[in-house]
């Protein structure tokens, strides 16, 4: 593919409902990172994977988060029990990563799905 | 964890002017990339630079690694390039992956 693709764009959800947020990287990048985005923010870090391995999710705000990438390409980032306070809009990306060079490190983001929680 | 301050927060043009958006950061990097947001909330990827100076048409950006701080410029403005401008790095010797701090954002509008 072109680019990195994320769906559903947009999910309404009413609060203590789970969502499943899906991010497509591109094609044969080892990098994935999700990212959450508040409105009037700059993205913040959540989760990373290379390839299926998850090294990193310091920044998942809770245990109700929690993301997979089993094949080490499409990525499911879950959300149980929803409240008001996830509301954002959720950023996919990815990146070469190897071997480490500049234009494998640069990360290539995603268009994004907005989650509103009522 | 590292800081990143961009300045100024907002800016307003007029079509054809020219500005300098600043990134401060509080630690070394590895990675330092510029990106806009455009109204539909895509990230566009404008630069990858951890140091020096490299330029994309109306676009340059410098960064000054010993001293912490990257510079964007914007020439000759246009209404397109009205968005919200971001700064974001990656720590040095990050324990694990590259992941990306960002700062607050410049949030631009270029009037006709």
């Known amino acids: 593919g072109a680019g990195v693709s994320q769906s559903p764009r947009y999910k309404v959800a009413k609060r203590g409902q789970d969502v499943a947020l899906r991010c497509d990287p591109i094609?044969?990048?080892?990098?994935l990172f999700w990212y959450q985005q508040a409105l009037g923010q700059g993205p913040e870090f959540l989760t990373y994977?290379?390839?299926?391995?998850?090294?990193?999710k310091s920044g998942l705000p809770s245990d109700r988060f929690f993301a997979e990438r089993p094949e080490g390409s499409v990525s499911t980032l879950k959300i149980q029990r929803t409240q008001q306070e996830d509301s954002a809009v959720y950023l996919c990306a990815s990146s070469l990563a190897y071997p480490r060079l500049p234009s494998t490190d640069t990360q290539y983001f995603g268009p994004g799905t907005r989650l509103t929680v009522l | 964890g590292i800081q990143v301050e961009q300045s100024p927060p907002d800016l307003i043009l007029q079509e054809g002017a020219n500005s300098t958006l600043r990134c401060n950061f509080s630690?070394?990097?590895?990675?330092l990339q510029w990106f806009h947001q455009n109204p539909w909330g895509q990230l566009i990827n404008l630069f990858y630079i951890p140091s020096g100076t490299k330029q994309n048409g109306r676009l340059s950006a410098t960064t000054v690694a010993t001293e912490r701080y990257s510079l964007l410029y914007i020439s000759s403005s246009q209404t397109t390039d009205s968005g919200v401008y971001f700064c974001?790095?990656?720590?040095?010797?990050?324990?694990?992956?590259?992941?990306?701090?960002f700062g607050g954002g410049t949030r631009v509008l270029v009037k006709p």
């Open positions: 630690d070394s990097v590895n990675n």
């Open positions: 994977f290379q390839n299926e391995a998850q090294l990193d």
């Open positions: 094609s044969g990048h080892v990098s």
């Open positions: 974001a790095v990656e720590r040095l010797n990050a324990a694990a992956g590259n992941k990306l701090t």
